[in-house]
């Protein structure tokens, strides 16, 4: 099972990246799982025809009971992808992290794993925060490799390096280790030059490019991903290998 945590600094296209990406593995013949992790809870959009599933912090606040079935908090998507989104606390109150954890927990107590046994499960994680529940992905063992998104933009490439320091700090617990950076680009100044230059700075390597494109936008007011939309667009080739190589190195292992 490849088990990936997609983090970025909040606005970078985290969610757009990780849910092509999804679509690739489905597209590809692979059962997956994709959960979101961020108070806004609109990780899935994309994978359910712009149409929102509800989050578990909503239904454990709406309903003051755990639920008893995963299809309580869950939603089938696009290529038959599980689609969970964590949801956060009502604004102004709560931690949104907790409510990470305790979502986490709760998919447990389903045992969401051992009923669906998927083949991939992505995790995306708001980054500008890596402490706590954000945190979880990458210390508590449900993640083992991480994938940062980022621009060439500083403030991008700044989260970039704070979410790699952060899994260093967990290097010598087995937790989840950075597979590589994806480059999401925004058309700036040199961008992949800096990109690049910080990749071999932290030791780390490029292992996505995906360029800016009109169809990602164009398909998705449509609600989907660009692999719903046209599989054959060189966007959706990328996409699909992206996730060729992905699954490739962790068949090596």
């Known amino acids: ?16 990246m990780t849910s092509n990406l999804a679509a690739a593995f489905a597209y590809l013949g692979n059962r997956v799982i994709q959960i979101g992790c961020d108070p806004k809870a609109d990780s899935t959009f994309n ?52 409510g990470i954890i305790a979502t986490f927990s709760l998919l447990e107590d389903l045992g969401l794993f051992e009923r669906y046994r998927p083949d991939v499960v992505l995790y995306d994680v ?16 449900y993640a083992e490799q991480v994938l940062i998104v980022t621009s060439g933009e500083k403030m991008a490439l700044y989260a970039a390096n704070n979410i790699n320091t952060a899994v260093q700090n967990f290097a010598d617990r087995s937790y989840a280790a ?27 390597s490029v292992i996505g490019d995906i360029p800016r494109s009109d169809d990602i936008t164009r398909f998705e007011e449509e609600g989907k991903t660009v692999i719903e939309g046209n599989p054959d667009l060189p966007i959706s080739r990328t996409f699909l290998e992206l996730a060729q190589t992905l699954l490739q190195d962790q068949g090596e292992k």
């Open 1 to 16: 099972m490849l088990k990936l945590a997609i983090y970025g600094k909040g606005g970078i296209g985290k969610s757009t």
């Open 126 to 141: 708001l980054g500008d925060v890596v402490c706590g529940g954000f945190a979880a992905p990458i210390r508590e063992g």
């Open 47 to 98: 994978l359910l025809g712009g149409k929102p599933v509800e989050p578990v912090m909503n239904y454990l606040r709406e309903h003051d009971e755990e639920p008893e079935r995963i299809e309580d908090i869950s939603r089938i998507g696009y290529g038959g992808i599980l689609c969970i989104e964590t949801g956060g606390p009502t604004p102004g109150l709560g931690c949104a992290g907790r």
């Open 178 to 204: 950075v597979r590589g950076i994806l480059l999401n680009r925004r058309n700036v100044l040199e961008e992949e030059e800096k990109v690049r230059a910080f990749a071999g700075r932290a030791g780390l």
